[in-house]
């Protein structure tokens, strides 16, 4: 017994440290899959502008999220990334939602919405925590296939940096598609606690 346990706890050690070497593997690959994609956007959304004359577009690459979370079920993780493309100057910015499954071939973008899709299914959805054209939804979190997303709302009184109206909702990934779930927390002005104007 006396020689069985060390070479067991060194097993485990070198399972445990394989593993998070894989896992580690995983989120480099998936994050420069991702990050390639979103360069890629942003040159198509700039190639549209420039066609319409509305300027070229940019990627806040500072600002990119990563969650690494196993959202298909199948055991392996996959990954999820929210990331901003802006207008140079114009300060219009597009918010993007992207899944990344782990597959065979390598990381795999499965699904990509803008976040005014994510808005629109809220609407959809009946839920109103999305009042108007310069409301939206943000990434917050990921627990298996289960998305948390912060939603936000502009009160009258807010600059543009701040809106100051925040709720959270949970969308659901299954069989390649985003799905509205339930609300998570009611949408409510941040400061002071009030109900939104619904
Ligand atoms: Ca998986």
Redesign the pocket.
């Known amino acids: 017994m006396k020689s069985v346990l060390p070479t067991a706890l060194t097993l485990l050690l070198v399972a445990t440290s394989s593993l998070f070497a894989q896992r580690k593997n995983w989120e480099s690959r998936a994050s420069a899959a991702i990050l390639q994609y979103a360069r890629t956007i942003t040159a198509k959304e700039s190639r549209d502008a420039v066609d319409d004359g509305s300027g070229k577009r940019s990627l806040y690459e500072e600002g990119m999220r990563f969650f690494y979370s ?9 990954a999820a990334a929210s990331f901003f493309t802006e207008g140079l100057g114009s300060g219009s910015g597009l918010g993007h939602t992207v899944i990344c ?2 597959e065979k071939r390598g990381p795999s973008i499965v699904l990509h919405l803008y976040d005014g899709d994510l808005s629109d299914m809220l609407r959809g959805a009946g839920v109103r925590e999305i009042g108007n054209s310069r409301s939206g939804v943000r990434l917050d979190s990921v627990n298996g296939s289960r998305l948390r997303f912060i939603t936000y709302d502009y009160h009258p009184d807010d600059g543009m940096c701040c809106p100051s109206i925040q709720g959270e909702v949970e969308f659901v990934y299954a069989d390649r598609r985003l799905g509205f779930s339930r609300v998570l927390v009611l949408a409510r002005r941040r400061e002071e606690g009030a109900p939104v104007q619904n």
């Open positions: 196993d959202l298909d079920g199948d055991g392996d993780p996959d499954l782990n």
